[in-house]
């Protein structure tokens, strides 16, 4: 993902007028985030807090260019929803949606190949990039601009890290929930190539969790091309072996690397500061 | 979902799947014909180990033998069916699997030459892994028929390789799991055993599912019966990271829950009532941080919980987020202070 991505104007919400799309409108509106349009099929015509709304993207390319999309379209069709932003060239998406299907996601993935498209979530809480822009349901007013960047897989997590960085007086130019679901857009090694390409970002948290093996290969990117210190944190130490702990992501499978405190070793071996909780991991950037 | 095994291998048959001829058995049905395999239906694996599996020889002994794998729990869970098989004169026991790449967003065909209860002592390097498109179902099955060192299976196999497929994604699978996959005798190639689970977020466009589930709940799960300290909170990364910020703190954490993003004030009382039945809690942590929750309906539900439970443990709350001042207000009514994160309940908790 180049940078320019997370600063382009103009941002549009698929899905503009169910409750949460409404309700999420509002607070990014106050933000400042610059929304221009939004789409829900058959509401064309309507409008939102003054935003108006069209039947599709197409239809709002006719007026304006688009930077960003935000969509909370419902699980049945949010599929249909990332493919419409695919198809119209829009540089960053960010789905909000929970509960999309896994082979949905495939499909997604396969069609997100060799698009111009970058795709965070689904089942996320989305991008703040403090005092610049909010795109998704992060509780912004817990963050203060600065030159930590936080990426994580866990929506309420990323805002318990925001908000004790916030307290103890550390500033963040990222926040990036990635999604807990088994298959998502944008992965953690995106999210760091990021971070080690922005200038004004000095140091990176990582926030993962029990469960697949995504922290592993985080680890060895970090190692052969992150310069910035890194500080991590990997949720689910006291989770039993063989059990599911809430939301797909987070399964604990038999295999001994996926464990917290496995992935934890790892991480330390390769140069990474660790904690064993988030109270302890914000103590460590301190 | 996890499904059992009955209910695996009765959608293994919709897509043509071989599998070995078998009867539902319930209390009270008439006695399945020996000789004859009885499987204890149940979520868990280890079942065979523990004595959930038995091959009938002698009628006589169907009634005794079905009795008692009835009145067996395996791992907490006691079944309430059996599966009834045909006794397979087995060749040789291989394992095959189709599951889901998390990292590469792709199907996978994995396979080994030597299947059966001892597959998880294989080092992972051992096992064959391929993409599984629907275009490659021929090609993989050749290769897995090399692999196997089966070549006069190698039609079946392309056959049951293109079979897997279509059943995996039609059936919204996220794991599909035939160990062993048995070649017989007679050279039939039958899935022996089989695990799989579905995708619940799927559900919407799959009517027929109709399974027996198994209680567990992947949003409460005890941690310690004999803990000291129950959690409350929402998102799997933050419930996790409240019971490990418990454990770092020197303290015994009871149980994870997640109350989710859609919890109701009903929901969240039901919660307690599940505390409760920990005999050593004697202190609650309450961890929100609203994105979607309302930290106003979660103070509403703390209040319930109050009135409704006399010997209700200590509270210690910290809610942040939507609607936080709202419901700061409705627990100031009540005496009830907030705490402004997680460190401060426990510090409160440790040394108050």
Same mark, same amino acid.
Request: hydrophobic fraction near 40%.
């Given at each position: 993902m180049d940078k320019s991505i997370f600063t382009g104007k103009n941002v549009i919400i698929q899905g503009i007028t169910g409750k949460?799309?409404? *309700?999420?409108?509002?607070?990014?509106? %106050?933000?400042?985030?610059h929304i221009v349009a939004g789409t829900s099929p058959g509401k064309g015509g309507t409008a939102v807090e003054d935003i108006p709304v069209y039947n599709t993207i197409a239809d709002i390319q006719k007026d304006h260019s688009i930077d960003a999309s935000v969509i909370f379209v419902p699980a049945p069709h949010a599929r249909g929803a990332i493919f419409e932003a695919i198809e119209a060239k829009i540089p960053l998406i960010v789905c909000i949606t929970e509960h999309i299907p896994v082979h949905d996601m495939i499909a997604v993935r396969a069609r997100l190949k060799?698009? /111009?498209?970058?795709?965070?979530? +689904?089942?996320?809480?989305?991008?703040?990039?403090?005092?610049?822009?909010?795109?998704?349901?992060?509780?912004?007013?817990?963050?203060? +601009?600065? @030159?930590?960047?936080? #990426?994580?897989?866990?929506?309420?997590?990323?805002?318990?890290?925001?908000?004790?960085?916030?307290?103890?007086?550390?500033?963040?130019?990222?926040?990036?929930?990635?999604?807990?679901?088994?298959?998502?857009?944008? =992965?953690?090694?995106?999210?760091?190539?990021? *971070?080690? !390409?922005?200038?004004?970002?000095?140091?990176?948290?990582?926030?993962?969790?029990?469960?697949?093996?995504?922290e592993i290969a985080a680890a060895d990117y970090i190692c052969r091309s992150i310069t910035k210190p890194?500080?991590?944190?990997?949720? =689910?130490?006291?989770?039993?072996?063989?059990?599911?702990?809430?939301?797909?992501?987070?399964?604990?499978?038999?295999?001994?690397?996926?464990?917290? %405190?496995?992935?934890?070793?790892?991480? /330390?071996?390769?140069?990474?500061?660790?904690?064993?909780?988030?109270?302890?991991?914000?103590?460590?950037?301190? | 979902?996890?499904?059992?095994?009955?209910?695996?291998?009765?959608?293994?048959?919709?897509?043509?799947? +071989?599998?070995p001829n078998g009867i539902i058995y319930r209390s009270g049905d008439a006695f399945p014909k020996a000789p004859i395999v009885l499987k204890s239906q149940v979520h868990t694996g280890g079942r065979g180990k523990a004595g959930g599996v038995v091959v009938v020889r002698d009628q006589q002994e169907v009634e005794h033998v079905s009795r008692d794998i009835l009145r067996l729990e395996i791992k907490g869970e006691k079944p309430q069916t059996l599966l009834a098989e045909e006794v397979l004169d087995i060749a040789h026991e291989y394992y095959l699997s189709v599951l889901i790449d998390r990292s590469s967003a792709q199907i996978e065909l994995v396979a080994h030459r030597e299947g059966g209860i001892e597959v998880e002592s294989h080092d992972a390097s051992e096992f064959l892994r391929k993409p599984l498109t629907s275009a490659n179902a021929n090609e993989l099955g050749e290769t897995l028929a090399e692999y196997y060192d089966l070549p006069s299976q190698t039609f079946a196999l392309q056959e049951l390789v293109a079979n897997l497929y279509t059943c995996f994604t039609k059936s919204d699978a996220i794991l599909l799991e035939i160990n062993p996959l048995v070649v017989t005798r007679d050279e039939r190639l039958v899935a022996g055993d089989c695990k799989m689970t579905l995708d619940t977020d799927a559900s919407y466009r799959h009517p027929e599912w109709q399974f027996e589930q198994s209680a567990a709940d992947a949003n409460f799960v005890t941690l310690n019966q004999h803990g000291t300290v129950?959690?409350?909170?929402?998102?799997?990364?933050?419930?996790?990271?409240?019971? @490990?910020? #418990?454990?770092?703190?020197?303290?015994?954490?009871?149980?994870?829950?997640?109350?989710?993003?859609?919890? !109701?004030?009903?929901?969240?009382?039901?919660? *307690?009532? /599940?505390?409760?039945?920990? +005999?050593?809690v004697?202190?609650?942590?309450?961890?929100?941080f609203g994105g979607i929750v309302r930290c106003d309906d979660v103070a509403t539900a703390i209040l319930a919980a109050k009135q409704q439970f006399h010997h209700l443990p200590q509270l210690y709350v910290r809610l942040s987020g939507n609607r936080s001042s709202e419901a700061t207000e409705l627990l100031a009514k009540e005496q009830l202070a907030l705490y402004p994160d997680l460190p401060a309940c426990l510090a409160e908790l440790v040394h108050g």
């Open positions: 949460n799309g409404q *309700f999420h409108t509002r607070n990014m509106l %106050a933000y400042g985030t060799g698009s /111009k498209s970058s795709l965070i979530g +689904p089942n996320c809480p989305g991008v703040l990039t403090p005092g610049n822009q909010l795109l998704g349901i992060i509780p912004a007013a817990l963050s203060t +601009p600065g @030159d930590i960047a936080v #990426v994580s897989r866990s929506g309420t997590l990323t805002y318990e890290a925001m908000d004790l960085l916030t307290k103890a007086g550390y500033g963040q130019k990222y926040i990036i929930g990635i999604g807990g679901d088994m298959v998502r857009g944008s =992965g953690f090694i995106d999210c760091l190539a990021l *971070f080690e !390409s922005d200038p004004e970002v000095k140091r990176i948290v990582m926030i993962g969790e029990i469960g697949g093996t995504d890194v500080y991590a944190y990997i949720a =689910g130490h006291s989770a039993p072996v063989g059990v599911q702990m809430g939301h797909a992501g987070a399964i604990l499978g038999t295999n001994n690397l996926e464990s917290a %405190a496995s992935k934890t070793a790892y991480l /330390k071996k390769a140069g990474i500061t660790t904690a064993d909780s988030i109270t302890e991991l914000v103590k460590r950037v301190q | 979902m996890n499904l059992l095994e009955y209910e695996a291998k009765g959608i293994l048959r919709e897509f043509n799947i +071989p599998t129950a959690t409350i909170a929402n998102g799997a990364g933050l419930a996790m990271a409240t019971v @490990d910020a #418990v454990t770092e703190a020197g303290l015994t954490p009871a149980n994870f829950l997640d109350i989710g993003g859609g919890a !109701s004030v009903e929901g969240i009382v039901a919660s *307690f009532q /599940k505390i409760m039945e920990f +005999p050593k004697n202190a609650i942590i309450i961890n929100i």
